[in-house]
C-alpha cells in the first residue's frame, strides 16, 4: 500500500521552529519529486516547496524562501521540511505529496499524505 504520513507539526511560538517529516511506504521516493503545500482556512493550497529527483534541486515560495529548508534523506525514506523563524501566517495545515515534476503547483503531484497542522501563535 503506498502511502505518505506527515509528522512533526504543532503548536509554536512567532519566531519558533518546526521540522516536518514526510515518511513514505510501499515505495521509495528517490524517484519523485516532493512537495510541502500549506492549506489554511478559506485559503486554497499553496506550494511551499519541492525537491526534485534527478539532481536534488530545490524551490521555494517567496514567502518562506530563507526560513524553510526541504532535504531528503533517501535512506530513511523521507523528506524533511526545516521552518525557522516561523510567523503567525505560516499557520496552515501542511501536505506533501509526490509527483513526477517539482513544482510549486498541485497538479504534477499524484500521491499526498494526510496532513500534519502547524500553528504559530503566541
Known amino acids: 500500500q503506498l502511502q505518505l504520513v506527515e509528522s512533526g507539526g504543532g503548536l509554536v511560538q512567532p519566531g519558533g521552529s518546526l521540522r516536518l517529516s514526510c515518511a513514505a511506504s510501499?515505495?521509495?521516493?528517490?524517484?519523485?519529486?516532493i512537495g510541502w503545500f500549506r492549506q489554511a482556512p478559506g485559503k486554497e493550497r499553496e506550494g511551499v516547496s519541492c525537491?526534485?529527483?534527478?539532481?536534488?534541486?530545490?524551490y521555494y515560495a517567496n514567502s518562506v524562501k530563507g526560513r524553510f529548508t526541504i532535504s531528503r534523506d533517501n535512506a530513511k525514506n523521507t523528506v524533511y521540511l526545516q521552518m525557522n523563524s516561523l510567523k503567525p501566517e505560516d499557520t496552515a495545515v501542511y501536505y506533501c505529496?509526490?509527483?513526477?515534476?517539482?513544482?510549486?503547483?498541485?497538479?504534477?503531484?499524484?500521491?499526498w499524505g494526510q496532513g500534519t497542522q502547524v500553528t504559530v501563535s503566541s
Open positions: 505529496a509526490t509527483g513526477r515534476l517539482a513544482l510549486l503547483v498541485p497538479s504534477p503531484y499524484d500521491y
Open positions: 510501499g515505495f521509495t521516493l528517490d524517484y519523485y519529486a
Open positions: 525537491i526534485s529527483s534527478s539532481d536534488g534541486s530545490t
